[in-house]
T-cell receptor, first 113, second 112 residues
Framework: DADVTQTPRNRITKTGKRIMLECSQT?????MYWYRQDPGLGLRLIYY???????NKGEISDGYSVSRQAQAKFSLSLESAIPNQTALYFC????????????FGPGTRLTVL | SQQGEEDPQALSIQEGENATMNCSYK?????LQWYRQNSGRGLVHLIL?????REKHSGRLRVTLDTSKKSSSLLITASRAADTASYFC????????????FGQGTRLTINP
């Protein structure tokens, strides 16, 4: 079984809809991250969490919110989706310091029409 | 702005040849990491090199780090078709919040 899972894997929605992307991990890591990847670009950090009570904004947090329901679960929400949020979204985890190796989920491809 | 910038953006070589990708960055780092991404999939960690290391090997991978030039290179020797992927460098700054900053990646195509 995969250590970091994401649901859904693909989602098509309409402008203005609220969308939640979910991430679960079985690695026992405290640190979890949400990234966004646009075609031809690298990954940009949306939010990150060092533990259940510690959530931090990343480079591009506007229009997004997160919830760390448990050590193993970290959800990303788009409160009112817009077309330029169409992208590939990745969840990742790391052990100890954030600059250690990160483990990525398979990604969620989101299309906002 | 992105911390790491890869060069070239795209590279196409014949199977069996060596592939070299470069990464430049701007600030002092704790470490630099290389990741591979197969099309549309999650990133997979390849290798981490610390700021006090100059070279590191892992199988057919060789990574160098030159902190004076703020640059790193990833060499894949004896390339295979399965090496076709995008390769990203990620830097961990010694300043500010503890997080990785990813470059834009090099798209590597190995032709059979």
């Amino acid at each position: 079984d995969a250590d970091v899972t994401q649901t859904p894997r693909n989602r098509i929605t309409k402008t203005g809809k609220r969308i939640m992307l979910e991430c679960s991990q079985t690695k026992g890591h405290d640190r979890m991250y949400w990234y966004r990847q646009d075609p031809g670009l690298g990954l940009r950090l949306i939010y990150y969490s060092f533990d259940v009570k510690d959530i931090n904004k990343g480079e591009i947090s506007d229009g997004y919110s997160v919830s760390r329901q448990a050590q193993a679960k970290f959800s990303l929400s788009l409160e009112s989706a817009i077309p330029n949020q169409t992208a590939l979204y990745f969840c990742a985890t790391s052990e100890g310091f954030s600059y250690n190796e990160q483990f990525f989920g398979p990604g969620t491809r989101l299309t906002v029409l | 702005s992105q911390q790491g910038e890869e060069d070239p953006q795209a590279l196409s070589i014949q199977e069996g040849e060596n592939a070299t990708m470069n990464c430049s960055y701007k600030t002092s780092i704790n470490n630099l990491q290389w990741y591979r991404q197969n099309s549309g999939r999650g990133l997979v960690h390849l290798i981490l090199i610390r700021s006090n290391e100059r070279e590191k090997h892992s199988g057919r991978l060789r990574v160098t780090l030159d902190t004076s030039k703020k640059s790193s290179s990833l060499l894949i020797t004896a390339s295979r078709a399965a090496d076709t992927a995008s390769y990203f460098c990620a830097t961990a700054s010694i300043q500010g919040a503890q997080k990785l900053v990813f470059g834009q990646g090099t798209r590597l195509t190995i032709n059979p």
